[in-house]
């Protein structure tokens, strides 16, 4: 089964290798580079996750806040992974305006994503997701998939009862494993996948990016250009 025919007909996701990682690594490299920390230098994407172990979430939040300057992550994250999101939508694409860069920090609940697809926050059902970790992830500070027919099956059932994204969903207690991945290493995944992260324990955090993009030929959804933007890859 190759990787489209798994992500329309089959789990819905697949693991993938990053094309270009010289790219990728640059993308991490000019994340490491900007975020902006009081507590300490940061040297190296090792360092970063240890110092936000011990910041506090208005802390961690103006780290966030100070990504906001970097301007081409979703270029740099769709170049990276150019063949793969050229199998599945062609060359001219809409991609997210900003990629997301995600931070996990261990041993906290508030910071645990519940479980949700993508399609809910309004993209189109022709768009698909990728996410890949800054660094080898071995411990479970990653993301859990549910495959696709499971994921289908728990929003009927919740949908028979009247409700949508209601508690069985969104309160989804029993969980996969998150998934283990290497650095170079990539999610994609289509907007109908449960997924969400669980409370982990670990010495680091886990930092990860993702990225939206769909077919530039295939309708939009509730989401526009606000959110969306032509890009043609190289
Ligand atoms: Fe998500």
Known sequence: MNVREQ?????????????NIQLFEKLRDSFVNSVEITTQKIEDI??????????SLAEINRARVSLLKLNHISEMMVESCADLVETLCGVELF??????????????EKLRIWSHYEITSGISPFTYGIWAPFHDLDDDGGV??????????????EEDTGQVNGPTVLGMNETPK????????VVV????????????????S??????RFQSCKNPLLQKNSDYLKYYRLA
């Open 46 to 55: 090792g360092s970063l996750r240890k110092s936000l172990l011990n910041m």
């Open 95 to 108: 991609i997210q305006r900003r990629a997301n860069i995600i931070f996990n920090i261990p041993g906290n």
């Open 178 to 185: 998150p998934i283990r991945l290497k650095f170079g290493q």
């Open 7 to 19: 992500l329309v007909h089959g789990s819905g996701y697949c693991i993938c290798t990053i094309d």
């Open 206 to 211: 886990r930092i990860g990016c993702s990225v």
């Open 144 to 157: 859990y998939f549910l495959d696709q027919k499971s994921s289908i099956d728990i929003m009927k059932r």
């Open 189 to 204: 995944f289509n907007p109908f996948v449960l997924h969400g992260n669980v409370a982990f324990n670990s010495q680091f």
